[in-house]
Structures are given as structure tokens and as C-alpha cells.
């Protein structure tokens, strides 16, 4: 048995999330307390009790998952439960580089609320737009967006799994890829409700200020790989990671090519550990033989455990 972690991104948030880790483990807090500390507020009120509001603003949210992550983390692995890879979508890849041992914890919370902050601000509200494309095939999509992109910025930004691809860019474009993708096929289109559209060359200047911080940051070389998002690959050396984590912010995500990139090696289990199950759904949509599993309460955490006997 081969087994990776897999670290959810933005979305996954809710009011009320890693609450019993928070609660019952003494290392889940004094994550929560780090992060608190970096940011100048009160991140366990947060994530415990909202608003609900304050939690989605980007900044935070990006902080709040990735912490909220790691407190998931750190009781599983005390209890024996390791993996020899990890990855994460979008965000999930700075909690997948800080689990490995990347980041410093005071480092990567301070990173992501600045990333998040980045984005929000490298594009005017309400001129940006993503949509879900759900059945077609991605080189059919790919040329639909080729075609809408007469009309501005256009482009495949989170490639998630097999007939699911998101689109992201300058909201008329999107609006006449979506259109085209109708009339090529696609089963459902989909807009979705994100303030900032990510991975695409809108997010040009947030990848340049973003480039200046991580130069700032000490970064290590890892205890178990990666494979990134910006091109599907296992990667362990710091000076892979920072030209990464450059690319992907306004390159497309391959999560789909990621979990095959971990499957033709060898990995057979995969345990979401974090907010929600959004992964674990498209990792079934792409291993179909694979075990997959999650953990964000207790009782996900004791189903894991058992399912791998310990």
C-alpha cells in the first residue's frame, strides 16, 4: 500500500471546521494559536463560530483552511499514520509543501493571506468570472476557449477530473465559452460564485507580487514529494518549489494529471485530511480502483484508522 494526503483548496471552508481537533488535541491548538498569532486575530473564533462572511473573504480563508488542515493533521500522524507523498489543490499545495516540511507554519500562514489578498486585488470586482464545464472532453473545451477568446481572456484554469473542467477569465469571454460549450455539448455550465478568477493570466501581477514574498521566505527541501499543480510532477527540492508556486497561480491546475502522476507510481490510497470531501470525489472520478478516504472530525478520523488498521 502506497498512501498520499491530499489537501483541500478554497471552498471547502465552513463555520465549524477541525472544531474537535480544536477542542480535544493540545498540538491541533497550538496550530490554531501560531496561525492566530501571524495574522492579529482570534483565527479559532473564526473557524469555530464565523461570521461566515469574515471566513469566505479570501484572505482569511486561505489561512483558516490551511491551518484548519494541519490541525487535522498533526493527531494522525501521532497516531501513526503517515504517507510517503502529498499533494493539494490550489491552496491545498502550501498545506501539502508546509506538511512536508516546505514551510515554516508562521511562514505559510503568512504567505497564503498575502496570496489570497493578491488575488482579490489584482482584479476589479465583477470583471472576472469562472464557470464548471461538466462532459467534454478537455481538447474540445480547449479550442471552445480558444475560440471565446476573441472576446478577451479565456482559458481551461482547474483541469479536476475526467469531464469536469473549470474555465476562468474576463467575464464576456467566459460568458461566450460557456455559450460555445453548450452548442459543442457540454452536459451542464455552470458560473460559479468565486470573487476572483484564478489560475489564468489574470492573475499575472498577483503571481509577480507573490514571486517577491517567496523570495523572503525560507523554503526546505522535503521530507516526502509533492506533486504540484502547475505541471503534474513529484517535486522535493526548495528550488523547485518557489518557480511552482509562481506558475500556478496563473497557470491552470492539472489535479486530474496530478492523481494519475501518483497512481502510475504506485499510490493506491488516498486520505483527504481537511474541511469537506471535494477531493475525494474527484479522485473517484479518476482512480476508480483506489482507497479513498477522509478525515475532519472524530469519527472520519477512527473510520480511517480502522480502514487502515491502526
Known sequence: MKTAFIFPGQGSQYVGMAKEFIENFEESRAIMETAS?????????????????????????????LAASLAILLPLEKRGLLA????????????????????????????????????????????????AILGMDRQVLEKTCLEA???????????????????????KAVEKAMELAKTAGAKKVVPLTVSVPSHCAMMQKAGERLAQELNNVTISDLRIPIVNNADAKF?????????????????????EDSIKTLV???????????????????????????????????????????????
Not at 477568446?149 to 479536476?160: D, H, M, Q, S
Not at 518557480?243 to 496563473?250: E, F, G, N, R, V
Open 37 to 65: 498569532a501571524v495574522l492579529g486575530f482570534d483565527l479559532v473564533q473564526l473557524c469555530l463560530n464565523g461570521p461566515v462572511e469574515k471566513l469566505n473573504l479570501t484572505e482569511n480563508t486561505q489561512p483558516a483552511i
Open 84 to 131: 510517503t507523498a502529498a499533494a493539494g489543490h490550489s491552496l491545498g499545495e502550501y498545506t501539502a509543501i508546509t506538511a512536508a516540511g516546505g514551510f515554516e507554519l508562521k511562514d505559510a500562514i503568512a504567505l497564503v493571506q498575502k496570496r489570497g489578498r493578491f488575488m482579490q486585488e489584482a482584479v476589479p470586482e465583477g470583471t472576472g468570472l469562472m464557470a
Open 149 to 171: 477568446a476573441k472576446n478577451g481572456i479565456v482559458a481551461p484554469a482547474n483541469y479536476n477530473s475526467p469531464g469536469q473542467i473549470v474555465i476562468a477569465g474576463e467575464k
Open 235 to 255: 517535486l522535493w527540492k526548495a528550488d523547485e518549489l518557489r518557480p511552482s508556486l509562481i506558475k500556478q497561480i496563473s497557470a491552470p491546475l492539472f489535479w
Open 264 to 310: 502510475a507510481d504506485g499510490y493506491d490510497t488516498f486520505i483527504e485530511i481537511g474541511p469537506g470531501k471535494v477531493l475525494s470525489g474527484l479522485v473517484k472520478r479518476i482512480a476508480k480502483d483506489a482507497k479513498i478516504l477522509n478525515v475532519e472530525d472524530q469519527k472520519s478520523m477512527s473510520d480511517t484508522l480502522i480502514a487502515l488498521g491502526l
